[in-house]
């Protein structure tokens, strides 16, 4: 069955740290992946998008990294600050038209 | 980057009756919406694909006569949930992209549904 996760439900880092979190799936073969940011009672914000055949892409602190082979993709977040606390979820292309959300993953950063 | 508008943010209403919720693309023209559904401490759930004048294209499990949706121009997709009942009560959010964007996803500010 086809199946999307993400690392770890909740994640606490202490600030400046760099944030890593992780997006697996099963069964999806996905043309590109992308991360969004959720505040509490908002829509989610789009962060990067990855191709298929990009490894690695960045965007200021971020960075995403995609392997198909181990169907994963990895975003971190350098010298993290309270304010990058949200939830972050992983999407994957599907269909070519619309996406499959991951759970989400609930990322602390402690001042 | 483009901008999707979601109206209501907030609605509360009576067991049976329906509400309308209402998504615009504000800048930009959307031939796709897109429905999602999440509850609390959970991910977006993808109710229906929302085309421009044609019928909506929806998920396995979810009720198309419960969860009408209409997409009558380029930048405004309706979704009607019919006879709401208590369970029904979610957020409600709405996404469009922008083909020139490179396929991002715009996502309006989202609608909490209370059913009492």
């Known amino acids: 069955s086809q199946k999307i996760e993400q690392n770890s439900e909740a994640l606490n880092i202490q600030e400046g740290k760099t944030a890593t979190l992780t997006c697996n799936y099963t069964n999806y073969s996905p043309a590109y992946l992308q991360w969004y940011r959720q505040d509490p009672g908002r829509g989610p914000v789009f962060l990067l998008l990855?191709?298929?055949?990009?490894k690695e892409k960045r965007k200021e602190r971020l960075k995403v990294t995609f392997d198909t082979t181990l169907k994963q993709s990895l975003f971190h977040i350098t010298a993290s600050q309270p304010a990058d606390s949200a939830t972050y979820l992983c999407?994957?292309?599907?269909?070519?038209?619309?996406?499959?959300f991951g759970p989400g993953t609930r990322l602390s950063v402690l001042p | 980057g483009a901008v999707v508008s979601q109206h209501p943010s907030r609605v509360i209403c009576k067991s049976g009756t329906s509400v309308k919720i209402e998504c615009r693309s504000l800048d930009f023209q959307a031939t796709t919406m897109f429905w999602y559904r999440q509850f609390p401490k959970q991910s977006l759930m993808l109710m229906a694909t929302?085309?421009?004048?044609?019928?909506?294209?929806?998920e396995q499990g979810v009720e198309k006569d419960k969860f009408l949706i209409n997409h009558a121009s380029l930048t405004l997709s309706t979704l009607t949930v019919t006879s709401a009942h208590p369970e029904d009560s979610s957020f409600y959010i709405c996404?469009?992209?922008?083909?020139?964007?490179?396929?991002?996803?715009?996502f309006g500010e989202g609608s909490r549904l209370t059913v009492l």
């Open positions: 999407a994957l292309e599907r269909d070519g038209q619309n996406f499959v």
């Open positions: 990855i191709r298929e055949n990009e």
């Open positions: 996404s469009a992209r922008d083909v020139g964007e490179g396929g991002e996803l715009f």
């Open positions: 929302s085309n421009e004048g044609s019928k909506a294209t929806y």
